[in-house]
């Protein structure tokens, strides 16, 4: 049965066409935040998220302090102590449910430790999906090598040359894997894989509320519209490009 989004702008609501139908699959989705560590700007996605796999649970994860984004983004030691727990906590998840899905999901920085998550799995553990949204990742880290061993299903990757905090802000003050150059957010990862999708920002997508820039990934339109069909249980890498595709094709046409 099909269901609606309820999507929120300026304290108002309306009803949008979903991006999917309902599933009844069983799951777990974990997200980690941005290099401030606040949750609630989360909380619209995670709502979205609720409505279209009320069997998933979400566990959104702090992964530094709140507010303290530079700290953060420089704490190797914390991160990767951290990333190992999280590794840790999916071998347990995969051990104890084999055949659920398990997708993990980072936001900028959190887009950064999700990838370093992928080198502490244990070699017989494995990701159903990555998705990484503007990741805070140098472009040459080794996500093809990663998803052969630790992605089951694909890695998509989202990433804009108009984002300042992943293009200038990481030549700055570095990625998560400590390399002062552009992110993987914005150039995208400098390899080619069948397990990953790389989703570049296109003047066309304004029409979906995405202006390029970094806050533009929380807008609920391009959520709704983009990112939200990549944790759909049922669709696969190669749908998730046509819709893309297809999305982008329906603007021109206007």
């Not at 979205?48 to 009320?54: H, S």
């Not at 894997?177 to 990862?189: I, L, M, P, Q, V």
Request: no cysteine.
């Amino acid at each position: 049965m099909a269901f609606v989004w309820l999507a929120y702008a300026g304290g108002s609501s309306h009803v949008v066409q979903p991006p999917f139908e309902r599933s009844d699959v069983s799951g777990t989705l974990i997200l980690l935040p941005g290099i401030h560590n606040t949750l609630f700007h989360l909380n619209g996605f995670v709502e979205m998220v609720r409505l279209g796999l009320p069997n998933f649970v979400v566990d959104r994860r702090k992964w530094g302090l709140p507010f303290l984004g530079i700290r953060n983004l420089r704490a190797a030691a914390d991160n990767r102590a951290f990333a190992r727990t999280v590794a840790a906590d999916i071998a347990v998840l995969r051990r104890t449910q084999p055949n659920a899905p398990i997708y993990l999901m980072g936001y900028s920085g959190g887009g950064g430790v999700a990838s370093l998550v992928l080198e502490e799995l244990p070699d017989d553990v494995a990701l159903d999906r990555l998705l990484l949204i503007a990741p805070a990742i140098s472009a040459d880290f080794e996500i093809d090598m990663h998803a052969a061993e630790h992605v089951r299903e694909f890695v998509v990757n989202f990433a804009s040359r108009k984002d300042l905090q992943v293009g200038l802000g990481t030549r700055l003050f570095g990625t998560i894997d400590r390399k002062n150059e552009y992110s993987a957010g914005y150039d995208g990862f400098d390899v080619r894989s069948e397990k990953l999708g790389q989703w570049h920002w296109r003047e066309t997508d304004r029409r979906f509320g995405h202006l390029g820039n970094h806050i533009s990934y929380l807008g609920r339109r391009w959520q709704r519209e983009f990112l939200l069909p990549a944790i759909d249980p049922r669709v696969t890498l190669n749908a998730l490009e046509r819709l893309w595709q297809e999305r982008r094709a329906e603007v021109r046409d206007e």
